[in-house]
């Protein structure tokens, strides 16, 4: 395996040691130092001001805080309670998991260099960053779409797809962290790279690099990461949708009527946050690999880049605010037994998942 270097590693101040050897490059403003290892630093004048990197570090740890306590409050529901120890929340459990991963390694990280004006944590600490925050990132985007494609063969063709098993959970979720893995490790075999982004206070892709290994794994990577995805994401619940309402109030819909329209705006809601988490980031990302990087000021790459970590709050939220059995669960948990009598006596008798109304209700229906 080649040696991964960061290239043009971003400071807001010069970084320590004695055996850094400066040097002007170009006639901006950036210095670039070398590192006894090869690397080369820049050191950024025109970074992030000192209210940005406290702005920054603000929503760095509320997001990394609420992050951690929301899936951890899915994982410790789950674990809980055997009753939703289902094939489907396993599914849920393994997003609840690469949230957390975004959670735990991106924003402690990101914050501490926000108050340091820089990344400090040196070379090899950022190609582990960009790689486990771009492995988690992928991984959840995946498993929302495994998700959404097996929503769409249990909701339009009920009769014609087997439930899903835990086995078959399992081959999915393994599917999903290959399939991740796959996508994310090229750059460290020297396909593309990783490195310091925007004003320095965290690593990712090397956008910037106009290379042909670069650009062609950048394009791989918007295609296989984030292109497919959301086609299939975009098919499955518009046939999700427009199924519904081809039924109307008849038949089948008419007794799970309520459970069909929880999921109506559980899957709009989590395609509308996927896309406002993403899309600003996703969008910059493009302007600085194929566009003019001019363009892109510290303080514009630093608010995509935050609000994508954002992702990783809302779908526990989404779950835990229109899924009665899980709410129930964790009202349960917390020793609310009003409360929790009360969900109860709301759940029964449509609504036992939310998730599975189909696969539940079917055999009722086959047998009528």
């Known amino acids: 395996m080649p040696r991964m270097e960061v290239l043009d590693t971003t400071f807001t101040t010069p970084p320590p040691g004695n055996n850094l050897e400066a040097f ?9 130092f070398r590192g006894e290892n090869g690397e080369n630093f820049t050191y950024m004048q025109g970074g992030l001001t000192e209210e940005g990197c406290a702005i920054s570090a603000v929503f760095l ?9 929301n899936n951890m409050a899915v994982l410790t529901v789950m674990a809980m309670n055997k009753q939703l120890r289902t094939p489907l929340n396993a599914l849920l459990i ?12 991106g924003c402690p990280l990101s914050l501490i260099a926000s108050v340091s004006r820089g990344w400090t944590f040196g070379s090899t600490a950022c190609v582990g960053y960009a790689f486990l925050m771009s492995l988690f990132g992928i991984t959840s985007i995946t498993t929302l779409t495994a998700l959404s494609f097996e929503r769409f063969l249990i909701i339009t063709r009920p009769w014609k797809t087997s439930e899903l098993t835990h086995g078959g959970a399992r081959l999915i979720i393994a599917g999903v962290w290959t399939y991740s893995a796959l ?3 090229p ?11 925007g004003p320095g206070i965290s690593c990712s892709v090397d956008w910037e690099t106009r290379s042909l290994t670069n650009t062609s794994y950048i394009m791989f990577l918007f295609l296989f990461g984030l292109f ?3 086609a299939v994401m975009f098919f499955s619940y518009s046939n999700i949708i427009i199924t519904l309402k081809q039924h109307g109030d008849c038949g089948l819909q008419a007794r799970v009527a309520r459970s069909e329209k929880r999921i109506a705006a559980m899957v709009f809601i989590m395609i509308l946050t996927f896309l406002m988490a993403w899309s600003p980031y996703a969008v910059m990302s493009c302007i600085m690999a194929f566009g003019d990087p001019n363009y892109v000021t510290p303080e514009a790459a630093v608010v995509p880049a935050v609000f994508a970590k954002s992702s990783c709050l809302y779908n526990p939220i989404i779950y835990v605010g229109l899924n009665t059995q899980f709410r129930t669960a964790w009202w349960r948990l917390l020793c609310c037994k009003d409360r929790w009598e009360d969900e109860k006596r709301l759940a029964q008798p449509t609504e036992k998942v939310s998730l599975t109304i189909f696969t539940e209700n079917s055999p009722q229906v086959k047998d009528a």
């Open 61 to 69: 740890g509320l997001i990394g805080f609420f992050g951690v306590f």
């Open 183 to 185: 996508t994310t490790t």
């Open 24 to 32: 002007r490059e170009g006639s901006g403003e950036n210095f670039t």
């Open 94 to 105: 393994n997003l609840a998991i690469s949230d957390l991963g975004i959670s735990i390694v």
């Open 228 to 230: 497919l995805p959301l």
């Open 187 to 197: 750059p460290l075999y020297g396909w593309g790279g990783f490195g310091v982004e």
